[in-house]
């Protein structure tokens, strides 16, 4: 599967899966972005299989020319139709997913994307193996390094701190890609 719509290679990205379903003796499909989620949920149904979708990003929704939004909701509607839950990552996009009429409540669960830091390591200890000296503030993400991501965002917020507090602050942004 390729990131940018293509009619041959998603039609062949499509086949495939209905024929790695059709082997599998697994009985949920479990889908991720918009792509994978349209071909995935159909061919999930299609084999039989339960169908989660996990929506990432839903603000897209309302970041596009009235025609494109108008195309993307269609697209979530009608593949709606063949998932059987579908997870949001924030009360936002459950609240877009029903507002757009793309899904039910019932069918919309939201699990928040994200670690309670205590769970993943002590702060002290992980300020003591980057280097950062306990009397600072650490704010830290680990993320993929693109625009859509809005880590400029995170960077621009930080910056408007005054310059006292600014002092105590170190940000740490972790991940890779093209910014």
């Known amino acids: 599967m390729k990131r940018r719509i293509n009619p041959i290679y998603d039609f062949l990205t499509f086949l495939e899966l209905i024929s790695v379903m059709r082997r599998s003796d697994c009985d949920i499909v479990h889908t991720n972005s918009t792509k994978a989620g349209v071909l995935g949920s159909i061919a999930g149904k299609l084999c039989g299989k339960k169908v989660v979708y996990t929506a990432h990003g839903l603000f897209i929704l309302e970041q596009q020319p009235k025609l494109y939004r108008w195309f993307y909701i269609l697209i979530e509607k009608f593949t709606s139709l063949f998932r059987d ?95």
């Open 85 to 179: 839950k579908i997870i949001s990552v924030s009360e936002h996009d459950k609240t877009l997913l029903i507002k757009n009429r793309i899904a039910k409540i019932e069918k919309v669960i939201t699990i928040y994307n994200g670690i309670d830091p205590i769970d993943f390591m002590e702060p002290s200890a992980a300020k003591l193996e980057l280097g950062i000296s306990s009397n600072y503030f650490t704010i830290g993400t680990i993320t993929r390094l693109q625009h859509l991501k809005g880590n400029d965002v995170l960077i621009k917020a930080v910056k408007l701190l005054s310059p006292e507090a600014l002092a105590k602050v170190k940000l740490i942004i972790i991940g890779d890609g093209t910014e």
